[in-house]
């Protein structure tokens, strides 16, 4: 599968904005899908997941309650809506699948086999 993600950009601190990821294929709905999030200098770190029919969800403790992770298998396509956001999330956000971990969501960078390309969300203060 391959992945696009799209939405980022420059908000104010305490601001609203909203990702998206296209998957290619018509395997989507068989992947969990994720978000996770790299800051310069910084190692990627895991944000939000969704199991594939979008019914469990799964967030970092630093996005819970702001972030909302969810999919439309129909549009083959991922979303991440970010509320009350701060200039600590100012990270490149990539979009992941995992086709491998069952039924189980994964926080680690290594459980996913596809990544996008990546968007620049820059919040500033």
Do not use: H
């Not at 992945?3 to 909203?18: K, M």
């Not at 702001?66 to 970010?82: E, G, H, P, V």
């Amino acid at each position: 599968v391959q992945l696009q993600a799209f939405g980022g950009g420059l908000v104010q601190n305490g601001g609203s904005l909203g990702l998206s990821c296209k998957a290619s294929g018509r395997t989507f709905r068989n992947y969990i899908m994720g978000w996770f999030r790299q800051a310069p200098g910084k190692e990627r770190e895991f944000v939000a997941a969704i199991n594939r029919s979008g019914g469990v969800t799964y967030y970092a403790d630093f996005v819970k309650g702001r972030f909302t992770i969810s999919r439309d298998n129909a549009k083959n396509t991922l979303y991440l809506q970010m509320n009350s956001l701060k200039p600590e999330d100012t990270a490149v956000y990539y979009c992941a699948a995992d086709k491998n971990s069952g039924s189980r969501i994964q926080s680690l960078v290594s459980a996913y086999d596809y990544w996008g390309q990546g968007t620049l969300v820059t919040v500033s203060s």
